[in-house]
């Protein structure tokens, strides 16, 4: 069989094995599935994520005062420790 040169087709097979071999032999497998994860670790990524990228705008774009970029964070950070306060509580049946 004539392949052209940079011909893709064989990459995308090479892809399709590799996909799927590791996806069904995962699924085959017996034994404890995977844990999802809960609603508050996935609250602590989102505003971790938040957290920065609004600190390093404040820092890097703005002409706020050294007191007020720390009081913005402040409060964003006590705002996210109440969300992900009350979304592990409610988790856990408190």
Do not use: E
């Amino acid at each position: 069989m004539y392949q052209a040169q940079g011909d893709i087709l064989p990459f995308v097979h090479l892809l399709y094995y590799i996909f799927n071999t590791s996806c069904t032999d995962k699924l085959k497998r017996k034994g404890t599935p995977m844990r999802r994860l809960q609603a508050w670790q996935v609250l602590c990524v989102i505003f971790a994520a938040f957290w920065l990228i609004f600190a390093v705008v404040l820092i890097a774009f703005s002409q706020f005062p050294f007191y007020v970029i720390s009081i913005a964070l402040t409060t964003i950070f006590a705002l996210s420790v109440l969300i992900i306060a009350l979304a592990w509580a409610y988790t856990h049946d408190y």
